[in-house]
């Protein structure tokens, strides 16, 4: 078949590549990249436009273009689809055409597993679900004016990147290390959520690079109460700290000064009691020097802009250098959990528990029990799983981690599911969705219908199965959730 007669769409709404048929998904930036060599196929696209279109903003290397090129031509299996034209760009080959041409819409950041065949082995089901679950925070609503409601229930507290772009090169650090070591300051408690680094990024990896400054849109994404930007300056001995805390309906703007980045912090955090009328300082209050780590870095700045795979080897560099780094070791286990390579996950987990064990921070343990059990489970290994689930779930409501307390639960209730334990599964998922109604998350919410979709077919009761599936797709049309429209049609096609 020669090229020409290949064909190729690109769905920007479902952030889908047809290829002869075969439904095919990107990274996000990957996709991106494909639109902009699809917008115009005639055109040989230079490296500096690629960097400037669909890495605006971010400093990345020459090499994320290769990259991407490569996943291209891999996944859709026609190497000479795009032509290489030495020291000028590439060029698409194939025609194609776009569907709902409009602004470009991030893909899901998942295998690409059918939901058909996932339901003839409960492994592949549970492989499914772990890879949906780990997306169900990452809220997609494009609508700024949601939940504006000033006394909402559950407070939850998202700390941006600090801005040190007029620091020096030696303190460039602080940008996440400054971010995570304020945010081991706050202790969050029953009614309120002090958001991780790794989410913070997640969710702003969501919002196009240029309006990540748009605080309305970091709400309408996040769920959260109250918003800390901050931007830092000066050198140790003089720090100038600029920073803006905002609520739903109001801001505070201040500025303070201090001798030292632990003073930094303290201050933050008095101020932040002081504002939202909270005593929020945690017992941990030595700064932990393994943030202070350039590899690491490097990896965040790749993370931010969901470049999985660029953040990778250099998490691995920094796990290597510094094997009791826990920051990294986390990290390396979330990124292959992301990857779907169970593999690595299990082996990596293994080290990471062992350094949080005798580490005096409990923040991570749970989470990292969390993705071994998730691990565990889409390797088949139920039983283990369940043990170490239960762990994790325990774990998370004691540190008051409500989100990964969900998480655990709603895994949990598909080992029960399987095991034909009904009564305990209902259980599960009704607390688990229940959790994610208190954080104020669109896409967990919809996923919590989803899980009694699943339940309700599985125990035979299909007309409650459709009236959760309509209450899913009614939330996922109101709030804009883009991201789960595939596994909606995935899933009614169950229906027909």
């Known amino acids: 078949m020669s090229l020409r007669e290949h064909v190729c769409e690109l769905n920007r709404q479902t952030g889908e590549v047809l290829i002869n048929g075969q439904v095919i998904v990107l ?69 194609i055409s776009i569907i709902n041409d409009g602004s470009v819409v991030p893909a899901i950041n998942t295998p690409k597993v059918k939901l058909k065949q996932a339901v003839k082995s409960p492994v592949a089901l549970i492989t499914v679900f772990i890879v949906t679950l780990l997306i169900t925070f990452l809220v997609v609503n ?29 303190q460039q650090w602080l940008r996440y290390g400054g971010m995570e070591g304020l945010i081991r300051r706050i202790s969050p408690n029953k009614d309120m959520t002090v958001f991780h680094l790794e989410d913070v990024i997640e969710i702003l990896n969501r919002i196009d690079v240029g309006e990540r400054r748009d605080i309305i849109k970091i709400f309408a994404k996040s769920g959260a109460s109250h918003i800390l930007q901050t931007s830092l300056s000066g050198n140790p001995g003089e720090f100038n700290v600029v920073y803006t805390i905002y609520s739903r309906t109001n801001r505070m703007t201040h500025t303070v000064q201090a001798n030292t980045i632990e003073h930094v912090f303290t201050s933050l955090v008095n101020i932040f009691e002081e504002a939202i009328g909270e005593n929020l300082a945690s017992e941990f209050n030595v700064f932990d020097q393994g943030l202070q780590n350039d590899l690491i870095a490097k990896a965040l700045k790749f993370l931010e802009i969901d470049d999985l795979t660029s953040a990778l080897p250099f998490i691995q560099s920094a796990v290597i250098n510094d094997p009791d780094n826990i920051l990294a070791s986390y990290l390396l286990v979330k990124i292959n959990m992301e990857l779907n390579q169970i593999d690595q996950v299990l082996v990596a987990v293994d080290t990471a528990l062992g350094i949080a064990e005798r580490k005096p921070l409990g923040e991570y ?132």
């Open 27 to 95: 990274r996000p930036k990957t996709f991106e990249l494909l639109c902009l060599l699809a917008s115009n196929p005639k055109a040989i696209h230079s490296k500096s436009e690629i960097l400037s279109t669909v890495w605006h903003g971010a400093v990345v290397e020459e090499q994320v273009i290769f990259q991407s090129i490569n996943e291209i031509r891999k996944e859709i299996g026609l190497p000479e689809a795009i032509k290489t034209y030495p020291r000028r760009g590439y060029k698409w080959e194939i025609p």
């Open 142 to 170: 494009k609508n700024p004016s949601i939940n504006r409601n000033e006394d909402l229930v559950h407070k939850g507290i998202l700390i941006l990147p600090f801005d040190v772009s007029s620091m020096n090169e030696h």
């Open 365 to 496: 343990k749970h989470r990292l029990q969390y993705f071994k059990g998730a691990g565990l489970a889409a390797s088949g290994e139920l039983t283990q799983a369940e043990m170490t689930l239960l762990e994790s779930k325990d774990l998370a409501r004691k540190n008051n981690d409500w989100l990964y307390y969900a998480y655990s639960q709603s895994i949990l209730a598909k080992i029960k599911l399987i095991q034909n334990q009904h009564q305990e599964a209902f259980t599960l998922l009704q607390s688990a969705l229940e959790y994610q109604t208190l954080l104020n998350c669109p896409m967990g919410i919809a996923q919590g219908y989803l899980d009694f979709v699943d339940y309700y077919l599985k125990t035979g009761n299909q007309s409650i199965a459709r009236q959760e599936f309509k209450k899913a797709e009614t939330l996922a049309h109101e709030k804009n959730l883009i991201q789960i429209l595939p596994l909606l049609s995935e899933i009614k096609n169950t229906f027909e």
